[in-house]
């Protein structure tokens, strides 16, 4: 376990600080320090908030402080659909919070607060999961409720990708597939019929089929990021020699890999690649031997987070699947994006440390009445 923790945070680390170089290199000239400072502040700030949940908070408070955060998230998203003075407003979607000259996406911390609620809700009925009411119905509702308001922002890319880890959560803590299957295939015909129906959506997918033909118009940003990844062939143009950078749209955000591809080449994506796939080896170890069910379940949801946002950000970049609008974990840039996934991966590191400490009265209490086998002792 501790191999398999230190090993998680070296990858965090190594991620972090390299989004760090490449947010200095897709900088607009003349104002690299503007874009970095502020990404160096969030990877501050997170980096402290991670050490803190994970070596000086008490492992029972992640469990005791779910409801609490989760009301905290949906009360944000509500806010942040008011037309307030604060509420920030681009493209087309209402989605952050502007303070003194900085933004705060709300949904970012709604991803973590409902995976630390459905891990304790998970880990109190873990024994009726194979019910449908407790285990599809209740969940289902809690789950729709923080989606539903992420996906009339809109972000249907967040609320998506966030409903799938959350799925993945339910069926860890044992929701039986013939209960599970028929909402899930109902919610996947909705998705079909709003893109349908939406302009937006719909030319997405239809420059997703169409890239050449659509490359002036909404197949711009795919088809300008396949140059980004061809020009840097096996070994990349050097850093901070994209010219790329100037073309493909939200090349510090969204398309940072493209500008990866291009300046370390193939070589550079591949490693960035090895490395995401290293943390979500190590989180699934983590979460396989946690100490109780309330860790399996975060560990769970929080590797999966990571790693489904990683693989559909670079299945978008290589036009692999329609542009969802998802960034690069610890890469992109994104102060509220950056601070709260640290902050998970602290949590995920909190459960690793859990597993190898001392059994505590107050972290047995956490998920009593039931007894808790780590899954590895399952296998």
């Known amino acids: 376990m ?32 503007r874009f970095l400072s502020r990404q160096i502040l969030g990877c501050g700030l997170g980096l402290g908030a991670a050490f803190g949940v994970a070596f000086l908070t008490r492992y029972s408070w992640l469990s005791r402080s779910a409801w609490l955060l989760l009301g905290v998230a949906v009360v944000l998203l509500v806010l942040v659909l008011l037309p307030l003075p604060f509420c920030h407003r681009a493209n087309g979607a209402q989605r952050w919070f502007k303070l003194f000259g900085f933004q705060f996406q709300p949904s970012d911390f709604a991803k973590l607060a409902l995976l630390l609620a459905l891990a304790r809700y998970a880990a109190e009925a873990r024994l009726e999961m194979t019910t449908f009411t407790r285990g599809v119905l209740i969940p289902g509702a809690l789950m ?61 997918v239809y420059s997703y ?35 790329q950078k100037r073309f493909v749209p939200e090349s510090h955000t ?50 999966f987070l990571l790693g489904l946002q990683a693989l559909f950000n670079i299945a978008v970049v290589s036009g692999a699947i329609p542009n969802k609008g998802l960034s690069l974990p610890f890469i992109s840039y994104g102060g509220s994006n950056l601070l709260v996934l640290l902050v998970a991966a602290g949590a995920l590191l909190r459960v690793a440390r859990a597993a190898v400490e001392p059994v505590r009265e107050e972290a047995a209490a956490a998920t009593a009445p039931f007894t808790h086998v780590p899954l590895s002792h399952l296998a």
């Open 209 to 243: 089929l169409h890239v050449e033909e659509t490359r002036q118009d909404t197949g711009h940003q795919v088809w300008q990021s396949w140059i980004a990844l061809g020009a840097g062939g096996w070994t990349g143009v050097g850093f901070d020699r994209s010219t």
């Open 2 to 33: 501790k191999a398999a923790s230190t090993l998680f945070a070296i990858c965090v680390l190594t991620l972090s600080l390299f989004g760090l170089v490449m947010q200095y290199s897709v900088s607009p000239a003349g104002e690299s320090w």
């Open 254 to 303: 969204d398309f940072i890999f493209a500008v990866v591809g291009e300046e370390f080449g193939y070589a550079g994506a591949v490693g960035v690649v090895l490395l995401y796939v290293t943390l979500f080896g190590c989180g699934a170890y983590i979460a396989w031997n946690a100490s109780d069910p309330f860790g399996t379940f975060l560990a769970t949801g929080i590797t």
């Open 144 to 204: 729709g409720v923080v989606l539903g308001l992420i996906f009339v922002e809109p972000d249907w890319g967040t609320a998506l990708m966030l409903g799938v880890v959350g799925a993945v959560v339910l069926l860890v803590a044992g929701v039986r597939w013939r209960y599970f299957a028929p909402p899930m295939v109902a919610a996947l015909v909705l998705v079909g019929c709003l893109v349908a129906y939406d302009p937006t959506r719909f030319d997405r």
